[in-house]
């Protein structure tokens, strides 16, 4: 928990830190991933299996926002990747639940 909290810190640190506007789109992003990872109650929701991955998540998150000033854009190629990758998903999803199917978990 020590390594998540610390780490969360320091990512919200540096969002705070950085202000330009051509950052502001992966700078968004990044508070969406985070605010995914951790948010109140996250530990129980989270589970004790998953709980141990965040530490990996959170460390990427870190390498990002280091990497971000000078690779501008290709986290944007990355971002609109990983968005079609997501667009796709939530598409299966809902014809899944349209044709009657189970809801993922």
């Known amino acids: 928990m020590e390594r998540i909290l610390a780490s ?3 990512i919200e640190k540096a969002l705070k830190g950085t ?3 051509a950052l ?8 969406s991933q985070l ?3 951790v948010f109140p109650g996250f530990v129980a929701r989270t589970g ?3 709980l141990s991955q965040l530490p990996r998540y959170l460390a990427a998150i ?3 926002l ?3 000033p000078t690779n501008v ?3 944007a190629q990355h971002m609109a990747a990983v968005q079609a990758l997501e667009d796709d998903y939530d598409d299966a999803v809902s014809a899944l639940l349209q044709a009657g199917g189970p809801a993922p978990s």
């Open 24 to 31: 502001i789109s992966a700078l968004n992003d990044i508070k």
């Open 62 to 64: 870190e390498k990002r």
């Open 73 to 75: 854009q290709r986290d």
């Open 48 to 50: 004790y299996s998953q």
């Open 8 to 10: 969360t810190r320091r």
């Open 19 to 21: 202000s330009s506007l």
């Open 66 to 68: 280091e990497k971000l």
């Open 35 to 37: 605010e995914q990872l």
